[in-house]
């Protein structure tokens, strides 16, 4: 019974995964639809019908429309966008604001505002009606069916390809003339089944034929790169004839910039989506690239060009003293930065489905575009994200925060750091805030993502980006730097073996386990600690573990102090000197380092050396506590306390937005075997207290880089496996047999049997422990930033977790698809049904928290 209840169960699931797949791809058919609609339309159609040759009439359209909005797009149709606010695996902003903690004296009134519009919110738990372009377009070609509609978008009016002629040979003199071009071919389809010749090359794509009865389904897997989402930065244009919005623009109007001033109320909703649409186009078919030949094709400057040549495409707005472009900067703008803040995010290990979805691609882009239009392109960049830091971001999600602050970055490094000065000490205060907040986060993550980029790290940011005397510097750099002169003698000793004598390994291991270090340091350290939990993950326990884990990694504490020491006196000096040229000598002249050096690789190379030490240093650790335990000791808890005691000493020695140097250590300890994709995880999720403090604001991206290791780790065993008898001898024979497809089969389900026991239980622990978390804070209002991490985090990781899945264990295996992913998923208690099932389990007494729970529900469900 239970063997045909699972066996019912997985038919269930798989015909739900069709269903979701073909209700995929009949949206990709609606967008395609839609796309065509406008063009088809009969915009100068007379009283009587009539109209230009070849254009459908109203009724037809509107009756077309009808039914992809009731059965494919519409809320009818019960279709929810992967960019719905809060709800959506992808999306950019949450359905509520943050709990931001508010700055030094005051704000009251704002907070109490704020509640009012939280309540409001409340009573409307719809999903947003316009979330994406999909959803944009079928909107857009809804209001161009209205009589009263209009549009400034030339080619609907133009219709220049209808001016396109050929020559044509006179039937009376035999003379050529020009006639208008006319199609006169055969009718073009969509040939599902007509052979390899014949049949439409996209359909692949969209296709699963099913060899047992040959029948075939239009398939669509994603809609990523298809669909994205809509972040409309500027004020929308008035709808109608409300006098309250009147009255406030003429109270603002000497303040707005003019040219913002005419995009707003010039550029009507379907103006909007014809410019981000032919903007999308043009980021798309002129991307760089390689030829086959080798020679590059476009590059970021011609696809600047061809985005600002746009502009030709729009009518005048009426008024003699306008331009017909006039504005239009703010349009682009708002599309490019609506489309960075939802790229694939940096660090993932996921690859971007779409040109639009990469960071640095986009990020050239409007960087060509400031050099081309510098007299009104920066003026645009600088309102955008004034806008956005005032008015979107305690409603933007974690990934489009820090998307932003990577683009700023990135932006303000390339064009020398010009930025207004009076926008820093605006922003100040909210890093100095002591709790986390959206916008304190946004601008550390663009402070310290600078910092990277540049050779001599925060120096540089305060010396030639923040103004002279920021509290910045202090806040987001200085709080960082170490105490080294705290650092006991043994400790000293124990980094002088390592680092400066190149002591032997077996040596060093030696001294971290003998009885006189446990005499000497660990005596120290036990009575020092007064605390009167017992637990093994105690810091006093591993204390052995911590002690060599710190020397291993002095040489990135020795540089992070001496870069937070240059960018202090830096700061010091520019704020008593100001701008001075002889500061940059006299600085380094003070504070010397050898150029050759590269601290992430020597670290790299010296704990694959002293791997040993590390280990050696656990393990007696563990002894030492298992021995005086009351109880038995759990030994795979104990020694997963004694993984995390390591991984623990990374956030002393760096810090939380240094993503390069956290990625590289947790990579080096994983491939040496020394540190497990499950610790990684406890440490990235709080250790397993119960603040949410704990949790890592990358915590995501720090498991998605574990499972990846573990699973790739796992699949070369498998391959070890296969090709080695025992003693090392090359299985030869079966080899060849493999090569025929003999076992091929079976080994790829090997793979994909191997790779789920790796990844499953880290999915579900990532799972329990986010919604253990949420489960204990309670908050009636706003949601918390760590919350909100957690919930978005979770729904990242499903989509990373299913990407490392099929592209490490799928992808090589030919005979294995999506759906044996699936299976193995289900037989595992880890499909999306069952996930979700676990969350919606979870007791929870906080209003926004039992919100969020449903969130990853819903999206766990969707993803897998």
Not at 242 to 251: Q, R, S, Y
Not at 420 to 433: D, F, L, M, N, T
Not at 612 to 628: F, K, N, T
Not at 742 to 748: L, Q
């Amino acid at each position: 019974n239970a063997a045909q209840a699972s066996s019912s169960s997985a038919n269930d699931n798989s015909q739900e995964e069709k269903k979701r797949a073909l209700g995929r791809a009949s949206r990709v058919l609606a967008s395609l639809i839609l796309s065509v609609l406008p063009f088809a339309m009969n915009h100068h159609a007379s009283s009587d019908g009539g109209g230009e040759k070849g254009c459908l009439s109203s009724d037809t359209i509107s009756d077309l429309v009808d039914v992809i909005e009731n059965n494919v797009v519409g809320q009818a149709s019960n279709y929810s966008s992967d960019y719905c606010p809060g709800i959506g695996p992808l999306s950019i902003l949450l359905k509520g604001e943050l709990d931001d903690a508010p700055l030094a004296g005051g704000m009251e009134e704002e907070d109490e505002d704020d509640e009012d519009d939280d309540d409001d919110d409340d009573d409307v738990d719809q999903p947003a009606p316009c979330a994406d372009t999909l959803q944009d377009l079928l909107r857009t070609v809804r209001k161009l069916i209205s009589p009263s509609s209009s549009t400034r978008f030339a080619l609907l009016d133009d219709s220049p390809w209808l001016a396109l002629t050929m020559d044509s040979q006179s039937s009376d003199m035999g003379e050529l003339e020009k006639v208008p071009m006319e199609y006169s071919g055969d009718q073009l389809v969509l040939d599902l089944v007509g052979g390899e010749e014949y049949r439409c090359k996209s359909i692949p794509y969209l296709m699963s034929v099913d060899n047992a009865d040959d029948s075939v389904e239009i398939i669509c897997r994603s809609l990523d790169g298809i669909v994205f989402g809509r972040l409309a930065i500027f004020d929308a244009p008035s709808e109608g004839d409300d006098d309250d919005e009147e009255g406030d623009d003429e109270e603002d109007s000497e303040e707005t910039n003019p040219n913002l001033e005419s995009f707003t109320k010039s550029y009507s909703l379907a103006d909007r989506f014809f410019l981000s649409d032919a903007i999308r186009d043009v980021l798309i078919c002129h991307r760089p690239m390689v030829s086959d030949a080798g020679a590059d094709r476009n590059n970021a400057k011609e696809v600047a060009d061809q985005i600002w040549a746009i502009s030709h495409l729009f009518l005048g707005a009426g008024s003699s003293d306008d331009s017909t472009s006039k504005g239009i900067e703010f349009g682009i703008i708002e599309t490019v930065i609506s489309l960075i803040v939802q790229c694939t995010p940096q660090g993932s290990g996921m690859p971007s489905p779409s040109p639009l979805n990469e960071l640095v691609y986009l990020s050239r882009v409007l960087l060509e575009l400031t050099k081309l239009k510098p007299s009104l392109v920066p003026q645009a960049i600088v309102l955008a994200v004034s806008g956005m830091f005032e008015d979107f971001m305690p409603s933007l999600t974690t990934t489009a925060r820090e998307n932003l602050g990577h683009w700023l970055s990135f932006h303000l490094t390339n064009t020398d750091y010009q930025w207004p000065k009076s926008y820093w000490e605006h922003w100040a205060p909210y890093a100095a805030v002591d709790q986390r907040n959206s916008r304190g986060d946004f601008v550390s993550i663009a402070l310290w993502s600078m910092a990277t980029l540049s050779p001599e790290g925060p120096e540089t940011v305060a010396r030639e980006c923040l103004p002279a005397g920021s509290t910045l510097v202090q806040s987001v750099f200085l709080k960082h730097a170490q105490n080294n002169a705290n650092v006991c003698s043994t400790e000293n000793d124990l980094i002088n073996r390592i680092w400066d004598t190149s002591e032997d390994p077996d040596s060093i291991r030696q001294h971290i386990i003998s009885d006189e270090l446990s005499e000497s340091y660990g005596s120290t350290v036990r009575s020092s600690d007064d605390d009167a939990d017992d637990s093994m993950s105690r810091p006093k326990v591993w204390w052995r573990t911590r002690l060599a884990t710190r020397a291993l990694f002095h040489p990135l504490s020795r540089e992070n102090s001496r870069m937070i020491a240059l960018a202090d006196k830096a700061w010091k000096k520019k704020a008593s000197a100001g701008d001075d040229n002889d500061m940059v000598d006299e600085i380094h002249a003070e504070e010397g380092k050898d150029e050759t050096e590269d601290i992430l690789a020597d670290l790299t190379d010296a704990i694959a050396r002293f791997k040993p030490v590390l280990l050696a240093a656990v393990a007696r650790d563990a002894d030492a506590y298992d021995s005086q335990a009351t109880g038995k000791v759990d030994d795979d808890k104990l020694l997963l306390a004694g993984e995390v005691s390591i991984l623990s000493e990374i956030g002393g020695v760096v810090s939380a937005w240094d993503s390069t140097a956290i990625f590289s250590l947790i990579e080096c300890l994983m491939k040496n075997k020394i540190v497990s994709s499950l610790s990684v995880a406890t440490w990235a999720l709080g250790d397993n207290k119960e603040e949410l403090t704990n949790v890592h604001p990358q915590w995501w991206k720090i498991v998605s880089l574990a499972l990846s290791n573990a699973v790739t780790d796992a699949l070369s065993r498998v391959e070890l496996s296969g090709t080695d008898l025992g003693g090392g001898i090359g299985m030869i024979i079966d080899d060849a047999a493999a090569s025929d497809g003999v076992d091929s089969t079976e080994a790829d389900v090997k793979r994909l049997d191997e790779s789920l026991k790796t990844a499953v239980p880290v999915l579900k622990y990532s799972l329990e422990r986010v919604c253990h978390l949420l489960s204990t804070t309670n908050s009636p209002k706003k949601i918390p930033i760590a919350a909100a991490d957690l919930t978005e985090g979770m729904k990242r990781l499903s989509r990373a977790v299913l990407f490392h899945l099929s592209s490490l264990a799928l992808s090589p295996s030919p005979s294995l698809t999506l759906s044996n992913l699936h299976r193995g998923l289900m037989s595992m208690d880890a499909d999306g049904e069952k996930l979700a099932s676990a969350c919606q389990a979870v007791e929870c007494d906080g209003e926004q928290e039992r919100k969020l729970l449903q969130h990853v529900a819903f999206s766990v469900e969707k993803l897998l």
